[in-house]
């Protein structure tokens, strides 16, 4: 199967650079030759580590996808259009996810929630490349994501997730600290939606458990396990290192701006 055609869904046209692109990112530890110390210690924030700021997924030597190029980058994570690309054995699916996941390769470009500019979901955010910006405080931690303009709360006041949810794209997102580790877990997803551009499930029977952990002013670990008991077999983990992104900012972002594909789209 060939993934130019995402090239085409995606129907993207917004660069990476931010309106503020340069301004000086406040704060910023610097060693002795006055450059950024993206080793130096992480900030902390009420005994926790502070996740605040702007923050990509990095792209790991070696795993660049093998795909064509999309949204205007030579590069991005490989999960970004195959959340299993690093995933050893591949996905654990049962026989009908399995069946759907192939029924939905003959027609991404039509039916991909992404190329429709519909609601990603949490697992093709963060598996995007465009920046995301943390902002946290007491009992909550929000993620403003540039594509689509999007936004998630995750919940740490130590609320209970809700019993009976009105099922949602992105979830019902709580967390909380173990040691130094914010540990979110969301429930209450949408049935049968897209966890990557390949039309992967995922249903509303998931679970899906992330663990941030900033390692220092300038990287974070991310780790992704999801536990759908109804598409898998047994649960699958993924891990998205990120990167702080300095003197910039998130643009405004539409999906269907200046797009002129959709029109030729069969």
Sequence with gaps: MKFVALCVVCLWSS??????????????PKGRDGRPNLTAPAPRIGGKPDLSGVWQTRIVPGAEPTTEPVAGSSSFPPEFTDIAARLKGGLPYRDWSRK??????DNLRADSPAGKCDPAGILQRLTNILPKRFVQSSGLLVILFEEHNEFRQILTDGRAAPADPLPAFNGYSTGKWVGDTLVVTTTGFKDEW????RGTPLTSAATVTEKYRRINYGTMDLEITVDDPKAYTRPWTITLPQEIALNTDLMEYFCTENERDRAHIR
Aim: cysteine-free; hydrophobic content about 40%; aromatic content about 16%.
């Design 194 to 197: 897209w966890a990557d551009r």
């Design 15 to 28: 660069p990476i650079a931010a309106q503020w692109i340069n301004y000086p990112t406040p704060g910023v």
């Design 100 to 105: 759907l996941w192939q029924s939905r390769q």
